[in-house]
């Protein structure tokens, strides 16, 4: 399969300093659904606004990040007005967090919809958003795009979101922990509609258990590093830090689950060394002094190969 | 009872409660009316029997409860009584004096509007930016100005020294110009304060994040989210500053000598001329409650969310 979305020692700096992102490489596949896991601050998020040039002014963003459209390829990292034109909401689809916060509450469910050909200064074919809005499971468009946002249910409103995103057939649909908001049940139907309606999901999501199902791959950041990536990561942790975040996730008739030890570093200050040394467990005397590089899918020089 | 109903139905009562009071003044005045009429009218020293007469025929002689009765369905058709300063009808006082109010009312309103979104705007791009502090202390040094400091200023260097202008403003929309600019200034920059928080809420919501990730530009997210959003404390805010505006157009229409309501009331007031005082105090109690009525009516037809509840 093509690679759709070639990610190049990204790094960003945000205005106060924090580094964000420090050197990151990803690629995606047509078809694939690649998972972002790590805590809040690992710079999941992050990923994905510099994709879309959504970083607050005065961050500075290095490397690159190229989505590549049949040949043609438009370069993400300082994107000038006419590629942004073509990258948001054309070749990048976004979803975010909170369906409810993510729409105006002063406009109804289809202004919403009819807003994805608007914002790109096109005309919606008659029935056109309430096609899309059937193909992602919304019945009885026609009557319910006439609503508002807070008469819908979070899940049927992160559908709405869905389809969209979705208006343009982008070539990676970008989701920023697109069901938090969601109870767990929706979660799970929420996340397989976005899935079949992506054609390559870059999907970030915290909770390790959601991303088994639909994800065909897993990333793993911490600190704006990627630590691990693989295909049976929750499954099978590798890297320390993994392990940790697998085991502090609750299951039911476990006890309590065990917590993370230490608290995440501060991305301000310039980091030597591995970033999770100091709450490793593992850390050898090198991992304060070396920065280890990704390696068969693990970036720790304990974990054997 | 349906939302729009009971706006009305509680702008009444607060007229009403409004009504009584202004009445009440009579009550409290030491000037006979009957006598102060005769004056008035011409009759230098009233024989007490002409002053009986009146007093009947105006029923002054008749009970507080049935005279306030009497007075209140006058004036809820527009009959306030006569002058005691002119001996004139005061509705036909006020229909002379009120197009000029209007006509300065609906300047300022204009200039208010234009320097609030002319300080709100800028400083949107990049808040805390140079171009956003600048504003921020305009906006400051605007709503600490009096109104009559401006108007002085005004008259003194613009009209007097530069010459630009009229001393004795005559009432039209261009002579409005001048004599708006003080009463707009403070309110456009309360405006502005008002205006520029809205559109920094809307606009840094998730909303227009996406929006933005969808590729709608920034003119069409700030007309589109950012000032629909902005509207509705706007225009509360802005329905609240017409009782100021009422209060501001008494000194600039008079240090302006415009042919105005405000410079009427100055005047009744001096002369003690209570009648035309009660109309115009009822009319600023009207103008207020309209636009108030008005504001929440334009709020609730933007937000649907309002529609509905309760």
Known sequence: MATVLKIRDLAVTYPDGTQALRGVDLDLAEGEC?????????????????????????????????????????????????????????????????????????WSVGRHLREAWRARRMRPAKGAAEERAEAVGITQARARLRQYPHQWSGGMLQRAHIAGAGVHGPLVTLADEPTSALDAGLAATTLAVLRADARALLLVCHDLRHVAAVADRVAVL???RVVETGVDVPARPRHPYTKALVAAAPRPGHGLPEELPGTSPDLRRELTG?????????????????????????????VPR | MPAPLRRLASALAVLATAGALVWGLMLLSPVDPARQILLAQGDPAPAPAEVDATRHELGLDRSYPEQYARWLTAAVRGDFGTSWRTGDPVAAELAGRLPATIRLTLVALLFATAVALALALPGLERP????????RGLVFGGSALPVFAVGVVLLEFVVVG??????????????????????ALGIGAEWARVLRGGL????????????????????RILALHGLPHAAAPFLTVAAMSAGGLLAGAAVVETLFTWPGIGRLLITSIDAGD?????AIVLLGVVAFLAANLLAETLTAAIDPRRREKR
């Open chain 1, 274 to 302: 591995c970033a999770f040394a100091p709450r490793c467990g593992l850390a050898l005397e090198s991992c304060h002094r070396e920065d280890p590089v990704l390696d068969d899918g693990v970036a720790c020089p304990v």
């Open chain 2, 200 to 219: 920094r809420d809307a606009l840094g919501a998730p909303h227009s994040e996406t929006a933005r990730a969808r590729g709608a530009g920034r003119l």
């Open chain 1, 222 to 224: 911490y600190a704006g």
């Open chain 2, 162 to 183: 530069a010459g630009i202008g009229r001393v004795v403003a005559d009432g039209t929309w261009s002579g409005a110009l001048l004599p708006a600019l003080p009463l």
């Open chain 2, 128 to 135: 805390g930016g140079p171009a956003d502090v600048f504003a």
């Open chain 2, 274 to 278: 209570l009648p035309v005082v009660q």
């Open chain 1, 34 to 106: 690649l998972a972002l896991a790590g805590e809040s601050g690992s710079g999941k998020s992050t990923l994905l606004r510099v994709l879309l040039s959504l970083l607050p002014k005065g961050s500075r963003v290095t490397g690159s990040a190229v989505v590549d459209d049949d040949g043609t390829s438009l370069e993400a990292v300082g994107a000038d007005r006419a590629t942004l034109r073509r990258l948001r909401g054309g070749l990048l689809g976004y979803v975010g967090q909170d369906p409810h916060a993510a729409a105006d509450p002063l």
